[in-house]
């Protein structure tokens, strides 16, 4: 329940709109104020799951972003979603039926382990996505998938642990 607490922290009503037209700065504040309301009520959603560390959940740049980690999703090398992996996914896919979000962005991440296959690694990485974005359009949402490779890694390669960190699913929550 601690991410709970942290959410509740955040100032997403704090909006500030340059040239200080009242209506614009109202209706902005409005927005920041229904995406803190979406973005609380999906937390409270994917609590069990953060608590049981099989999610992380962070805000960056006004967007939420549910982040599986892709061990226990996928085998390695493969897209196919493993019955753990099914099961982890069904479970966001509901609490992300609980909200009002417009747009999901999923991206798959690789780790930047040898063999240095770019090309390989995006591959894999939007086949994933795509694993995950099936089971996630069947909502109200507009669902996107998308492939990063390894080009935006959590951690350093150099460590088991960074690799696996690296390795990942995002889905990204826009609330317009």
């Known amino acids: 329940m601690l991410a709970l607490l942290l959410l509740s922290l955040l100032p997403f009503a704090d909006v500030a709109v340059p040239g200080g037209h009242e209506a614009e700065r109202d209706a902005a504040a409005s927005a920041g104020e ?75 991440h690789t780790d930047g382990s040898p063999p240095d296959d770019r090309a390989g690694k995006t591959a894999l990485s939007s ?4 694993a995950v974005r099936q089971l996630l359009a069947h909502g109200k949402n507009v669902v996107t998938a998308s492939g990063a490779g390894d080009s935006d890694p959590r951690a350093p390669n150099e460590t ?17």
């Open 127 to 130: 086949a994933r996505a795509r």
């Open 160 to 176: 088991d642990e960074g690799r696996m960190r690296n390795r990942r699913i995002e889905v990204l929550v826009h609330v317009d």
């Open 34 to 108: 229904r995406r803190a309301t979406m973005y609380r009520a999906m937390l409270q959603a994917l609590a069990p799951m953060v608590d049981a560390a099989e999610l992380q959940v962070e805000i960056r740049q006004g967007v939420m972003r549910a982040i599986l980690p892709s061990d226990g999703l996928f085998a390695a090398g493969k897209s196919q979603l493993l019955p753990e992996g099914r099961k982890r996914v069904m479970a966001l896919a509901r609490a992300l039926a609980t909200i009002q979000a417009t747009r999901l962005s999923v991206i798959g």
